[in-house]
């Protein structure tokens, strides 16, 4: 960061790169799969060169995988992202979701979707040393509040009435097809 850019490993994972006099930021690294120690690095006023300024790549060698399934009716659901530290993936081809994580990885797992919540909400785990297969979640889906605005005297629906629902923050619909809404 700094707007230094990025520097590739060459001829034995060896880098350089060089930054101006006085340069203060942070640099991290990143591979295709596996993660580092440490992760970043900061740096303040740098006025000398910072030789062995190293990284060790811990290889993935075990798995964390499980499967998400709606509550209500146990079919899978694509799409949920599952993360934690160095670790991320999406759940496809029936709800199935695969991390890959290094010996010894301890963190914890979240999962995400834009609607809905999940059972357990995450899950931790310390000095993984094996496949740790069967770490399923449930989405949850969230409750639909619908409805019908109408006037007091016809009975008719009434269209472009906003109706305000707050949840962790504002949401709104407004009524149409005769005074309907969903939120």
Do not use: C
């Amino acid at each position: 960061s700094g707007g230094q850019g990025n520097a590739v490993t060459a001829d034995g994972g060896y880098y350089t790169r060089t930054v101006y006099y006085g340069w203060s930021g942070y640099a991290t690294v990143g591979y295709t799969s596996g993660a580092f120690s440490p992760s970043w690095r900061s740096y303040g006023s740098v006025t000398e060169d910072q030789g062995g300024q190293d990284y060790q790549w811990l290889e993935p060698a075990h798995t964390i995988s499980g499967r998400i399934t709606d509550a209500e009716t146990g079919n899978g659901v694509d799409g949920v992202q599952v993360y934690g530290a160095n670790v991320s993936a999406w759940s496809s081809g029936g709800g199935y979701y695969q991390l890959q994580v290094y010996e010894g990885w301890s963190g914890t797992i979240n999962v995400w979707s834009s609607r809905g919540t999940f059972e357990p909400a995450s899950r931790s785990y310390a000095g993984v040393s094996g496949d740790v297969t069967d770490q399923d979640y449930s989405w949850i889906r969230p409750w639909i509040i619908s409805g019908q605005v109408t006037h007091e005297t016809t009975g008719l629906g009434v269209d472009g009435v906003t109706v305000r629902l707050y949840d962790q923050g504002w949401k709104n619909a407004v009524t149409r097809d005769g005074g309907t809404y969903s939120l």
